[in-house]
């Protein structure tokens, strides 16, 4: 099945499915040195996994990772780094009914039409479980951009109709909330909303925001691999995902041209900044140096108990009503799997850019002539 590696220097390759015997992720072109362990991946792991909270799948599972390759005594050694999720807790019999029917907003349909078969118990790899490998892989990433003083944050900015007001959001309140939201009041009202949809068999969606600070200029390419078209497409490729913007988004499109430029100056050290960041910190698909900010829409989690109309492989009409353990929200574990993407981009172009500029390059073999 070709879409299961992604990036160019940085590159991952995820494997497994959601009822197989595991899940888990190969990185190549991670430099040898990096000091890593599993307890700086375990964290990552940890925000994802389910059963935390009266808001996620009731499906129990650890999540531990093993390291497999890739490190000695403590650091990476410059080889492929191999880390596997054992599952622990299958239900692949709450799946058996769903073999002869397709359900509704589900990859069911479209696998059949693809490939001819399909692994129907949990969804295969289009299940939401596929994004553990991602998850870890983000995390050597992260430990990456840490190194270089460049921090990936993401976010609930809302839930349904309810969203954090700009002058309300702390990242140290989005660490406390069980939606990972950051304004106490509005995580309690998405709360109380989401108990709403639970009762009605429902679900609801939202939007995931993540901001990129320390990011440096010059990072990206202008023509087809622009930094913003990349990081859309990694964050696209995230099963839930529907819309993506960067900085001002759709809202853009609403605005004059002396509104939406950013105007340049010099600050007191002879830096050069922006007063505004309509852009997002990208300008010419390049990164300017300011903030990256990206919104990532996540739709409302297919399977749900109300009944919903479909078809199955006899050419008939029928109702159904899923069964099983279902998360009535995908945007509070879906988080991390957002700033995981964003972060496996950033080190990926950062990569790739070391080779943009020649005086760059001189820079730094004749450093170690000296």
């Known amino acids: 099945m070709p879409g299961s590696v992604y990036g160019n220097i940085f590159k991952i390759v995820t494997w497994g499915e959601s009822h197989g015997a595991g899940i888990g992720v190969v990185v190549d072109g991670c430099p040898a040195g990096l000091f890593l ?35 000695f005594e403590g650091r990476t050694t ?84 309810i969203s954090v007001p700009e002058e309300n959001l702390s990242l140290e309140q989005a660490k406390l909330s069980p939606l990972y939201m950051p304004d106490r009041d509005a995580s309690k009202k998405a709360e109380a909303y989401l108990l709403d949809r639970k009762k009605e068999k429902n679900s609801a969606g939202g939007i ?40 001002d988004g759709f809202l853009a499109a609403t605005k004059t041209g002396i509104e939406n430029n950013d105007d340049f100056y010099y600050d007191s050290k002879g830096n050069i900044k922006k007063s505004s960041n309509h852009a997002g910190g990208i300008t010419g698909g390049i990164s300017d140096g300011s903030t990256i900010l990206l919104r990532a829409a996540i739709k409302p989690t297919p399977s749900i108990s109300s009944t919903q109309h479909t078809v199955n492989k006899n050419k008939e009409n029928i109702e159904i009503e899923i069964g099983g353990r279902h998360d009535p929200v995908i945007v509070p574990r879906a988080v991390v799997v957002v700033e995981s993407m964003v972060a496996i981009t950033l080190v990926d172009y950062l990569f790739m850019g070391m080779t943009s500029r020649m005086d760059r390059i001189k820079d730094f073999y004749h450093k170690k002539d000296k």
């Open 208 to 247: 995931v925001e993540c901001i990129v600070q320390g990011m440096p200029a010059g990072i990206g390419e202008p023509v087809f691999d622009k930094l913003d078209a990349v990081l859309a497409k990694a964050v696209m490729s995230i099963g839930a995902v529907k819309g993506v913007e960067i900085g």
């Open 78 to 161: 410059g080889s492929p780094i191999s880390m596997a999720i054992y599952n622990e807790n299958q239900h692949s019999k709450d799946y058996s009914r769903i073999a002869n029917y397709y359900r509704p907003g589900h990859a069911d349909y479209t696998f059949d039409q693809k490939y001819g078969f399909r692994d129907y118990r949990g969804g295969g790899r289009s299940s939401g479980r596929e994004t553990i490998g991602r998850v870890a892989a983000g995390a050597i990433a992260c430990s990456i951009l840490s190194e270089l003083g460049i921090q990936v944050h993401a976010y609930t900015r809302s839930i349904g109709p």
């Open 37 to 71: 362990d599993e307890s700086m991946i375990q964290p990552y792991l940890d925000r994802r996994k389910p059963g935390q909270t009266p808001y996620t799948t009731p499906r129990k599972e650890e999540d531990k990772v093993i390291l497999q390759s890739g490190i």
